[in-house]
C-alpha cells in the first residue's frame, strides 16, 4: 500500500487537545483504547497508523456499484431526503437454563436466524416487505434496519426468492432508493476446520431511469461485512482482508457503513479522523445497525461522529422503546436534541448566522411520523420517518470541527464555563 504524504501536524494537535484528557479520564467510556497505561508512549504512533503510514490502516474508497441515473447523480448529494427507520424488536429463543440459544448449530459456528418470536420466516418476511413497501409508499429514499433485522432461513434457495422479492420492490419504486435491509449471519462450508460466519449487511439500491438499472440490480445485494466480532456475543465472524472502507455513492449523500462493533474498532475510528482533514473520498453520513444493549457502545458512536467530522445514524434492532431508543442521531460529537443548547452557548461560532439557518441546523433531523402497526399473524413492526436536512448537518460540523475537548466530556454539561 502506497503511504500518503500527509501533514499530520493538524491531527496530533487534534488528539492532543483536552479531548484526549477528558477521554482519559472518564471511566466508563466504551473507547476502551483511550484508557491504555500505554497511551502516551504509543500515541504517536498509533495516529501515525490512522493517516495511512501503516499497513493496517484502512482507507476510505468511493463505491459506486449502486446503478443511479446520472442526471441524478449530478446533483448528487441532494439537499434533503426522508429517511425510514424500520423496526426490528429482535429476541433471541430462550433455551431451558435461560441462556440466550444464540447458536442453532454451535459445531457449524453461526448464528443463523432471527429466533425472535414467533420464529416463522414466513411471517417475518412478509412483515419486512410490507415495511419497506410502507416507506417506499411513504416517500421516503433511503431505508435502513438494524443488524439481525433480516430474516434469515437456512434453506438459501429460499432466502434468494426472498431477495427476490425485495428487488422487486426496489424496481417498482417511484423514485431512486437505496435500502439497508438490516443483516445476517452467513455460516461457513461444514467440516470446515475452524468453523465461523459472516455478518453480513445487504445494501439494494438505484434509479430505475438509469441504463443498467436491471443489469446491476440482479447482482445485488451488495454485502457489506461486518469487520470486528461482538465479544458479548461469542460471535466469531470472518473480516475482510481488504483494508477499504466503502463509501457508497448515492444521490442523497455519501454513506459509510459500519456493523455495531465495529464502531468499536480503533483503526476504523482513527481512519475516519482521517477524513476530518480531506474534502474526498468522504463518507458525509455513516450508519451504524446494531443489536447492542450497551451505553458505551453510543458513547463509541458519538466519539466517532466528532472523529470522522460526519453524521453517524445509529439504528439499533434491540430495544422495546421504538423509535426513542432505537435511533440515535450524532452530528460532530452532538446528539440531535443537544444541538440547539450547544448553539447557545457557543455564540462566537454561531452568533452571526441568520435566524433562518440557526432554525434549520435546529430542525436538521426531524421526526415526521410512525407507522401504523404492520402485523402479519404473530408478528407486529413498525416504520418511523426523518426529514433529513443534510446540508445543515454539513454545516454543523464544519463550525464544530476544530473545538474538540469539551465537546466529548461524558457528561456533556452544556452549561459549563468551557463551553
Excluded at 81 to 99: H, P, Q, S, Y
Excluded at 243 to 266: H, K, N, Q, R, W
Excluded at 281 to 308: E, G, H, K, W
Amino acid at each position: 500500500m502506497a503511504r500518503e504524504i500527509l501533514d499530520i501536524e493538524p491531527i496530533l494537535d487534534h488528539w492532543r487537545s483536552d479531548l484526549k484528557t477528558e477521554m482519559r479520564t472518564a471511566e466508563d467510556m466504551g473507547t476502551y483504547f483511550s484508557r491504555s497505561k500505554n497511551f502516551d508512549t504509543i500515541e504517536r504512533h498509533f495516529i501515525l497508523d490512522a493517516v495511512g503510514w501503516s499497513a493496517f490502516s484502512h482507507n476510505l474508497a468511493m463505491d459506486d456499484r449502486l446503478p443511479y441515473s446520472a442526471t441524478s447523480l449530478s446533483k448528487q448529494p441532494n439537499k434533503t431526503f426522508k429517511l425510514a427507520v424500520l423496526e426490528g424488536n429482535i429476541r433471541f429463543a430462550k433455551t431451558e437454563g435461560g441462556d440466550p440459544q444464540l447458536w442453532l448449530d454451535k459445531s457449524h459456528g453461526a448464528l443463523r436466524s432471527n429466533c425472535a418470536h414467533p420464529p416463522s420466516f414466513d411471517e417475518l418476511k412478509a412483515v419486512f416487505l410490507e415495511q419497506i413497501k410502507w416507506a417506499i409508499d411513504d416517500g421516503a429514499s433511503v431505508i435502513i434496519a438494524g443488524e439481525f433485522a433480516c430474516p434469515s432461513c437456512d434453506d438459501e434457495a429460499e432466502f434468494e426468492v426472498f431477495l427476490g422479492e425485495i428487488r422487486n420492490l426496489v424496481r417498482e419504486a417511484p423514485h431512486p432508493v437505496f435500502v439497508v435491509a438490516g443483516s445476517r449471519h452467513v455460516a461457513s462450508d461444514q467440516g470446515t476446520a475452524q468453523p465461523h460466519n459472516s455478518n453480513i449487511a445487504m445494501l439494494f439500491g438505484g434509479d430505475p431511469t438509469e441504463a443498467d438499472f436491471e443489469k446491476k440490480l440482479i447482482d445485488q445485494p451488495i454485502r457489506h461485512y461486518k469487520r470486528a466480532p461482538s465479544i458479548s456475543l461469542g460471535e466469531r465472524i470472518f473480516s475482510p482482508v481488504s483494508p477499504e472502507l466503502p463509501i457508497y455513492i448515492t444521490p442523497f449523500s455519501s454513506f459509510g457503513m459500519l456493523v455495531c462493533s465495529d464502531a468499536f474498532d480503533t483503526q476504523i475510528q482513527f481512519s475516519y479522523l482521517r477524513q476530518n482533514m480531506k474534502t474526498a473520498p468522504r463518507a458525509q453520513i455513516i450508519f451504524v445497525p446494531a443489536f447492542n444493549t450497551s451505553d458505551q457502545f453510543y458513547q463509541s458512536c458519538r466519539y466517532l461522529s466528532y472523529l470522522a467530522n460526519a453524521t453517524v445514524i445509529v439504528v439499533n434492532s434491540h430495544p422495546d422503546d421504538f423509535p426513542s431508543s432505537s435511533v440515535k442521531f450524532y452530528t460532530a460529537g452532538i446528539e440531535a436534541g443537544e444541538r440547539l443548547n450547544c448553539m447557545k452557548k457557543r455564540p462566537d461560532d454561531f452568533g452571526n448566522m441568520p435566524d433562518g439557518e440557526k432554525d434549520r441546523i435546529k430542525d436538521a433531523t426531524r421526526h415526521l411520523n410512525n407507522s401504523p402497526d404492520i402485523k402479519i399473524g404473530q408478528t407486529s413492526r413498525r416504520v418511523a420517518t426523518y426529514n433529513i436536512d443534510r446540508v445543515m448537518l454539513e454545516t454543523f460540523s464544519k463550525i464544530l470541527r476544530k473545538n474538540g475537548g469539551a465537546l466529548l466530556r461524558k457528561s456533556f454539561d452544556l452549561s459549563s464555563a468551557t463551553m
